[in-house]
């Protein structure tokens, strides 16, 4: 399919020894999360931890991406995972904008990573995201 593709080209590019950017990142991530593929969500997160390896950093555009992609997505753990990269997200000190905060509004989820409906707002471990 097209994603294939895409992670095709990306190879084609680390191959030719032409560094993917921000834009390259960000571009596969979206792509990923309008897609109803069920390996979606671990291809994403795969791009989402080569981009500090890369020295790319992350920005507003790479976490509205793959909380997209949880949003959308019928996972049983999407919760988790979005979870997750927001709490990343603060700890990479990017500010979310209105589409990042619908996202999480979305899935009951405060833009400090902690669920707005658990009984103390419980933090999830980051290791499900690693």
């Known amino acids: ?14 191959k030719a020894n032409v560094k993917p950017d921000e834009e390259t990142f960000n571009t ?6 309008e897609s109803d593929q069920e390996t ?10 080569i981009m500090p390896k890369a020295k790319v950093d992350r920005t507003v555009l790479t ?5 997209r992609l949880c949003a959308r997505s019928k996972r049983e753990d999407r919760d988790e995972r979005a979870s997750v990269w927001a709490q990343q ?3 990479d000190g990017v500010e979310p904008n209105a ?8 899935m009951d989820i405060n833009e400090d990573g902690k669920s707005s409906t658990g009984p103390s707002g419980t933090v999830l471990s980051r290791s499900t995201a690693e």
Do not use: P, Q, W
Not at 63 to 67: D, G, I, Q, R, S
């Open 1 to 14: 399919g097209n994603l294939d593709n895409m992670e095709e080209v990306f190879r084609d590019m680390l």
């Open 28 to 33: 596969m991530l979206h792509a990923f999360a």
């Open 40 to 49: 979606a969500m671990e291809r994403a997160e795969v791009y989402f931890n």
């Open 63 to 67: 976490y509205n991406a793959v909380l």
């Open 89 to 91: 997200m603060v700890e």
């Open 99 to 106: 589409s990042t905060k619908r996202y999480l509004r979305e």
